[in-house]
């Protein structure tokens, strides 16, 4: 009979291929193409909605729909539970706009589905075809700062005194010096092409990003470039190359951690996330499940470096491309449904499994598994995750405050007070490119952050967006430019 030799096949498989049951994911997520940031407010292109959109129907496909293939447990497949998720991003048009073509992509309009009954019988659909009004909320705590896309400068809005001079601390750096010096004369060399936009004393290794966002860029979508003959395809390649270690050198610091400031808050609202869907009941249809954060590609750098992804994969050394994302999957092969279940998991039942796209992850470009932390294994129990996690993560006001050496605004109620969270991420340093002491850089940064914070909240207010803070805090998180320090994206 056939059932013999399919139990045969069926006993070949890895357990955790026949039992294996995403609890949650949380996904962050970069925005897709826009328009330069030499010619600020940049904008979302339809080019960028595109890539987005199509990223947002692979994790359709992956976690939600009702044929996915990592089903995440109870999770509505058609009408969005808005309980369910969590869709979020700073203050910043591109990252919101990329966030709201996510939402329609995982929840697309629902057609006849969408109908509602009203109590004298009528029948009405939502416009649209049954749109799906999925909200975008503003974090006051986001991994990436405020007007991240219109910020030329890693740490300049971070707020975070010793991560703006430990950054500035690149430029006085040998690697630093050395490229700047080696690479004069081709950035001079190619000043016919953006002459229009640096001039010969900003046309440096100072400007590598600067410099390639505007050729990339005007590669996408400019029919004719002045000079274009001098981008052969080395030299299109030479200048990724120089600004991807230049953002690198900006983002992390082997010896400095507190480099990497953004990584660190990412880490800690990750982890918050997932804890809360392990504690959740299993039972419970409206736990919160889904994730998703949209923010900048030095958040992306950040990260990597702290999780030693930068020694896994030379993707993890660079600027990530558009639409890139990088998801972290709570899976358990314990049983969770049926009479037998219990309340709620335990988390020794409980692992972790890290997938990262290079640009839309999509059919034919998945997301790929990748190990954390220098280990060879790309699914590690949860108590491992967590461990290694806290080794830099930041995840309150007092921790971030002692890790950033600030003293004044938000830090002034708690720097006699002691955080829960990781203050790891500290390092020291001693000099600066740009003559900031960490106390001066302090003073500068809560003066200024204290006027753009009441503008962004008035600006959300009359916007009529909501402002959210992401996971369970001891005190008070501090605000979103002075939580973090992803600032390009």
Same mark, same amino acid.
């Given at each position: 009979?056939?059932?013999?030799?399919?139990?045969?096949?069926?006993? +070949?498989?890895?357990?955790?291929?026949?039992?294996?049951?995403?609890?949650?994911?949380?996904?962050?997520?970069?925005?897709?193409?826009?328009?330069?940031?030499?010619?600020?407010?940049?904008?979302?292109?339809?080019?960028?909605?595109?890539?987005?959109?199509?990223?947002?129907? *692979?994790?359709?496909?992956?976690?939600?729909?009702?044929?996915?293939?990592?089903?995440?447990?109870?999770?509505?497949?058609?009408?969005?539970?808005?309980?369910?998720?969590?869709?979020?991003?700073?203050?910043?048009?591109?990252?919101?706009?990329?966030?709201?073509?996510?939402?329609?992509?995982?929840?697309?309009?629902? %057609?006849?589905?969408?109908?509602?009954?009203?109590?004298?019988?009528?029948?009405?659909?939502?416009?649209?075809?049954?749109?799906?009004?999925?909200?975008?909320?503003?974090?006051?705590? !986001?991994?990436?700062?405020?007007?991240?896309?219109?910020?030329?400068?890693?740490?300049?809005?971070?707020?975070?005194?010793?991560?703006?001079?430990?950054?500035?601390?690149?430029?006085?750096?040998?690697?630093?010096?050395?490229?700047?010096?080696?690479?004069?004369?081709?950035?001079?060399?190619?000043?016919?092409?953006?002459?229009?936009?640096?001039?010969?004393?900003?046309?440096?290794?100072?400007?590598?990003?600067?410099?390639?966002?505007?050729?990339?860029?005007?590669?996408?979508?400019?029919?004719?470039?002045?000079?274009?003959? +001098?981008?052969?395809?080395?030299?299109?390649?030479?200048?990724?190359?120089?600004?991807?270690?230049?953002?690198?050198? @900006?983002?992390?610091?082997?010896?400095?951690?507190?480099?990497?400031?953004?990584?660190?808050?990412?880490?800690?609202?990750?982890?918050? /996330?997932?804890?809360?869907? =392990?504690?959740?009941?299993?039972?419970?249809?409206?736990?919160?499940? &889904?994730?998703?954060?949209?923010?900048?590609?030095?958040?992306?750098?950040?990260?990597? %470096?702290?999780?030693?992804?930068?020694?896994?994969?030379?993707?993890?050394?660079?600027?990530?491309?558009?639409?890139?994302?990088?998801?972290?999957?709570?899976?358990?092969?314990?049983?969770?449904?049926?009479?037998?279940?219990?309340?709620?998991?335990?988390?020794?039942?409980?692992?972790?499994?890290?997938?990262?796209?290079?640009?839309? $992850?999509?059919?034919?470009?998945?997301?790929?598994?990748?190990? @954390? &932390?220098?280990?060879?294994?790309?699914? =590690?129990? *949860?108590?491992?995750?967590?461990?290694?996690?806290?080794? &830099?993560?930041?995840?309150?006001?007092?921790? *971030?405050?002692? !890790?950033?050496?600030?003293?004044?605004?938000?830090?002034?109620?708690?720097?006699?007070?002691? %955080?829960?969270?990781? $203050?790891?991420?500290?390092?020291?340093?001693?000099?600066?490119?740009?003559?900031?002491? /960490?106390?001066?850089?302090?003073?500068?940064?809560?003066?200024?952050? @204290?006027?753009?914070?009441?503008?962004?909240?008035?600006?959300?207010?009359?916007?009529?967006?909501?402002?959210?803070?992401?996971?369970?805090?001891?005190?008070?998180?501090?605000? /979103?430019?002075?939580?973090?320090?992803?600032?390009?994206?």
């Amino acid at each position: 009979m056939a059932i013999k030799p399919l139990i045969a096949l069926l006993s +070949l498989l890895p357990g955790e291929a026949l039992t294996e049951t995403v609890l949650g994911a949380y996904i962050f997520h970069r925005h897709g193409d826009r328009t330069s940031k030499s010619w600020p407010p940049t904008s979302l292109t339809a080019l960028g909605a595109d890539q987005v959109y199509v990223s947002g129907q *692979w994790y359709r496909n992956r976690y939600i729909a009702s044929n996915s293939t990592h089903t995440i447990l109870n999770i509505a497949s058609d009408i969005a539970l808005l309980s369910q998720m969590s869709i979020t991003a700073p203050v910043d048009n591109v990252l919101q706009s990329s966030a709201e073509v996510f939402t329609q992509a995982i929840y697309p309009p629902a %057609g006849t589905a969408a109908t509602q009954t009203l109590a004298n019988g009528e029948e009405v659909q939502a416009p649209l075809n049954g749109y799906q009004y999925i909200p975008v909320n503003i974090v006051s705590s !986001a991994a990436s700062s405020s007007g991240a896309e219109d910020n030329p400068w890693l740490q300049g809005s971070s707020g975070c005194a010793k991560a703006v001079v430990s950054s500035n601390d690149y430029f006085q750096s040998s690697e630093y010096l050395e490229l700047l010096s080696s690479t004069r004369q081709f950035y001079q060399d190619l000043l016919p092409v953006y002459n229009t936009t640096f001039d010969s004393s900003e046309a440096t290794f100072k400007n590598a990003y600067a410099i390639f966002d505007y050729v990339h860029v005007s590669q996408i979508h400019n029919a004719s470039i002045p000079s274009d003959g +001098l981008l052969t395809n080395d030299t299109v390649v030479q200048l990724q190359t120089l600004a991807n270690a230049h953002e690198l050198g @900006l983002a992390f610091n082997q010896s400095e951690p507190v480099r990497a400031i953004a990584g660190s808050v990412l880490a800690a609202q990750i982890i918050d /996330a997932l804890n809360d869907t =392990i504690e959740s009941s299993l039972k419970k249809k409206s736990a919160e499940r &889904f994730n998703v954060q949209f923010g900048a590609y030095a958040t992306f750098m950040s990260f990597f %470096g702290l999780s030693n992804l930068t020694s896994v994969n030379e993707d993890f050394k660079g600027i990530v491309d558009y639409a890139s994302s990088m998801t972290f999957e709570l899976v358990t092969n314990a049983t969770v449904n049926g009479t037998d279940a219990p309340i709620t998991v335990s988390p020794d039942d409980v692992s972790v499994r890290f997938l990262f796209s290079n640009g839309s $992850a999509s059919d034919s470009a998945p997301a790929q598994e990748y190990p @954390l &932390f220098g280990q060879t294994e790309t699914t =590690i129990p *949860w108590s491992d995750f967590v461990t290694n996690m806290q080794k &830099f993560s930041i995840g309150d006001t007092p921790s *971030w405050c002692t !890790a950033c050496g600030n003293s004044t605004g938000v830090c002034a109620s708690s720097s006699s007070s002691s %955080g829960s969270g990781s $203050a790891s991420a500290s390092g020291s340093s001693s000099g600066s490119g740009s003559g900031l002491s /960490a106390g001066a850089a302090a003073a500068v940064g809560v003066c200024s952050l @204290l006027g753009l914070v009441l503008l962004l909240i008035l600006g959300a207010a009359l916007a009529g967006f909501r402002v959210v803070k992401k996971g369970k805090r001891a005190v008070q998180e501090p605000t /979103a430019s002075a939580a973090e320090a992803g600032t390009k994206a």
